[in-house]
């Protein structure tokens, strides 16, 4: 076997504080970083959607969560709790039709101030009351929370649902306009977030590993500088790891009191060109290489120690043969990975190893899929879900139990060349490379909420995606941006 060693940039200074099958080459070397982006800080704006919605407003064809609370009556005008204060008018001295509120008589079925009760304000734009029920004239609806009068088509508060939150975007055509929160990064690796910072890597030839802070509007800083087409990037509890394709090396940058250090790489023998992906738990490293056709386990201590005198820790193959190993993730058990196979057939498979394990303990749990590109679980979630990038109509977003033993689940179907995948607890979430488009869908699929919703259309080729409690994320290939958008509801 392969001497394996440790190696640090010289002359390096500590810094303050999804993987792809294309790759770039651009002359930028430093992205230009918009000042508007946001920590991912729990949204105030961001609501469930009513289980009963008004007949004016539209039913998305997604699955949606808890009912909502029941819609609060709006304090009356001022006016009014003025009359109020002084006695109730006597109803025998209002006219017929009309009815006693403080003391004024008013027609509980028209007054929009009083609707069908004393006080019920019917609030909003366009905000009227037929037959003693708020109603909106024209294009706009009513949203029983907040008992106004909305435009859902441009609203940033209520974005094509009543309660769907743009988190300071625009609302275009009901949907939440796309922030920038990274230009002309010359994509075509990976990105991952934590509740500090947004890390990427840059798929380029001279390429970086970069990382910007949510909570200030300063430029992006780089964690490394010295990478031949970085990929797959993921975060541990104190440390940023990163494998680099060209070379086969996998980076990580500790972080000591806030401040990343200068980066240390396990190297693999010459000739390990090949890393596109990388995971981590509180135990191990774990990584796949496209062309050796293996997935591979380091204990973390292996990457952050000194070397060994013999030269390094050798990497534990957890399994080999296999036909280019895309995209890996892992829980407290078990290392999932996807098989790409062949673009002519559906070759690609979906596979489990225990940790530790080896090629007689891998287990297939999806077989005949067509170029499977990424994978994703959350939590202590029973299944792993999966993009198969093939073109329409093979294009699809799947799912399968751990436990094996079961034929996949269709989540959506029929995509144009599906590349990232992120699930949280509630959705799916994926990028359509050909499309130009953002989508989610329940974690069951139509059985659970519908069809597929779409977030974000336009965009010039997605591919990484990752989300947090109240935003997606997601890498443009053809423009080299980042972006993110509200979650909704």
Known sequence: MGKYRFVRVIGATALSIVPVLVFMSCGSSMPNLSDSLQGPTPDSSVVQLPEAATTATPTPDVGVGPGSEPAMEAASPAGDASDASNGAQDADSCEAGLSGCGSRCVDLQADPNNCGSCGHLCGGTGSTCNAGTCACAGSFTLCPQQNQCFDLTSDPSNCGFCGYGCQGGACASSLCQPTTIVSGSCFGGDIAIDMTNIYWTNGMSAGAVYFKPFASAANAQSISTSENIPSGIALGSNAVYWVDFNSGAVGTSEIVNGNFQIPLYFEPASGSAGPIAVAVDTHNIYWVNRVAGTVNQLPLSAMLG????????????????????????????NVYWVDFGSTQSPTGTVNMVPIGGNNAQVVPLATGQSQPIDIATSGTDAYVYWVNQAQRPNGSVQRVPKAGGAMPTLLATTLGGPTGIAVDSQYVYWTNFNDGTVQKVALAGPSEGGAPYT???????????????????????????????????
């Open 306 to 333: 000194p070397a060994d005198a013999d030269g390094g820790t050798p990497p534990m193959v957890l399994a080999s043969g296999r036909d280019q190993p895309t995209a890996l993730v892992v829980d407290s058990a």
């Open 455 to 489: 977030l974000a259309t336009g965009q010039d080729t997605p591919q990484a995606i990752t989300v947090d409690s109240v935003s997606v994320y997601w890498a443009s290939h053809g423009t080299g941006n980042i972006l993110k958008v509200a979650k909704g509801y």
